[in-house]
T-cell receptor
């Protein structure tokens, strides 16, 4: 069945450095790729998304890139801040409009 | 607009019992999806309802079922509870299936 692999499962970066989280998907029909952030004890919230007709999208310190040929997409956070500490989930919307989430990346921003 | 609400927020049950969880979507949203969240497994898709019809289903046993009412409110039911069903159950609503999902606060179910 459809699958989304997310790496790494845990990531620690120094405050001010960049963080990169990578996901691969199996369904070549996938055309929508959202990223959600879940802070401790809170609900997941959409932070950025990209559709298959573009290769990159940026919103202030966060950006997402998509490589359809390789079936992978990545989240880039620059100039990390303490409030970026959270669990990040990638997802892919595939055939039959089914959204499949990755298992999440726990990002720690070190002071 | 009020956000997605879920009731109850916490629930403790024993093995073999059944449970019903409720989700009220954002006004105007017709799609409601349910997810099970456990440590290490991320968000696992249970099912999605749109206009009272189940559109998609994840890989969960038949003990997990759901429904959606004409006002888009949704319920999910788990019968014959097992210890492994202990998890945070999240519902999410969206205007359309391929749009942004707005999550509720979740119901934390503990099975003893």
């Amino acid at each position: 069945g459809e699958n989304v692999e997310q790496h790494p499962s845990t990531l620690s970066v120094q405050e001010g450095d960049s963080a990169v989280i990578k996901c691969t998907y199996s369904d070549s029909a996938s055309n929508y790729f959202p990223w959600y952030k879940q802070e401790l004890g809170k609900r997941p919230q959409l932070i950025i998304d990209i559709r298959s007709n573009v290769g990159e999208k940026k919103d202030q310190r966060i950006a997402v890139t998509l490589n359809k040929t390789a079936k992978h997409f990545s989240l880039h956070i620059t100039e990390t801040q303490p409030e970026d500490s959270a669990v990040y989930f990638c997802a892919a919307l595939g055939r039959d409009d089914k959204i499949i989430f990755g298992k999440g990346t726990r990002l720690h921003i070190l002071p | 607009k009020a956000g997605v609400t879920q009731t109850p927020r916490y629930l403790i049950k024993t093995r073999g019992q059944q449970v019903t969880l409720s989700c009220s979507p954002i006004s105007g949203h017709r799609s409601v999806s349910w997810y099970q969240q456990t440590p290490g497994q991320g968000l696992q898709f249970l099912f999605e309802y749109f206009s009272e019809t189940q559109r998609n289903k994840g890989n969960f046993p038949g003990r997990f079922s759901g429904r959606q009412f004409s006002n888009s409110r949704s319920e999910m039911n788990v019968s014959t509870l097992e210890l492994g069903d202990s998890a945070l159950y999240l519902c999410a609503s969206s205007l359309k299936t391929s749009g942004e999902q707005f999550f509720g606060p979740g119901t934390r179910l503990t099975v003893l």
